[in-house]
Structure formats: structure tokens, C-alpha cells
């Protein structure tokens, strides 16, 4: 069982940025992905990083938004810049054992999730 907890969301106009910090229990060598789910929406994925450090991103963040992680510290990130209005959403890191490449930015591809934090963005 791999437990997560996000922190680092709140309000910020549009052009800022925030980071969100997403603390997870020690796994060795688990795929992580930061999701956003905006009211009467779906779920999608917006920043995937493998076992391998590679990364993945949707096109529509591709450029402002960056995932990192520090396996120290156990703790997945989420850099985002020159925010808009259309990213506001829950934001949820989940986690997966082992992910396949073309599965990095779908939920069903993950079992552990975290409770999301809220981010939101003015104009």
C-alpha cells in the first residue's frame, strides 16, 4: 500500500505559478503522475515521470508545467508557470508500480492516489 498527500495548492492569478509537493510513503522504483480533474469534467493527466526519471507531459501544459521528484525525500513535484485560467482543478499525484509508456497519462494506469489539492486561477 503506497500512501500519498499533496500540499501546495490555493489561488493565483493568472501569469503566476504555484508547486505542488505530493509526499508519498518509500516504494523503490514506482511511476508517478500528477492528474487534474476540473468540475463536471474527467480526470486527465497532465505530468508523468517513470522509474527511469523519464517524463511525459499533455500538450496543453507542455512548456509551463515541470515534474520532478526527490527520491530522499520522497516527495513528487509539480512546477507550474504562467498559469491559466483553464488549469484550475483538483490536482491528484497517484502512483503505480510499473507503468507502460503509452499508459503514463491515464488514470486506470494507477491504483494509488492521493485526496488532491485544489488550485485555482483568476484572470
Known amino acids: 500500500q503506497v500512501q500519498l498527500e499533496e500540499s501546495g495548492g490555493g489561488s493565483v492569478q493568472a501569469g503566476g505559478s504555484l508547486r505542488l509537493s505530493c509526499a508519498y510513503s518509500?516504494?523503490?522504483?514506482?511511476?508517478f503522475g500528477w492528474f487534474r480533474q476540473a468540475p463536471g469534467k474527467e480526470r486527465e493527466g497532465v505530468a508523468a515521470?517513470?522509474?527511469?526519471?523519464?517524463?511525459s507531459y499533455a500538450d496543453s501544459v507542455k512548456g509551463r508545467f515541470t515534474i520532478s521528484k526527490d527520491n530522499a525525500k520522497n516527495t513528487l513535484y509539480l512546477r507550474m508557470d504562467s498559469l491559466k485560467p483553464e488549469d484550475t482543478a483538483m490536482y491528484y499525484c497517484?502512483?503505480?508500480?510499473?507503468?507502460?509508456?503509452?499508459?503514463?497519462?491515464?488514470?486506470?494506469?494507477?491504483?494509488?492516489w492521493g485526496q488532491g489539492t485544489q488550485v485555482t486561477v483568476s484572470s
Open positions: 515521470i517513470d522509474r527511469d526519471g523519464s517524463t
Open positions: 518509500a516504494v523503490v522504483r514506482y511511476s
Open positions: 497517484a502512483a503505480e508500480f510499473a507503468v507502460a509508456t503509452m499508459s503514463r497519462l491515464r488514470s486506470s494506469a494507477y491504483r494509488y
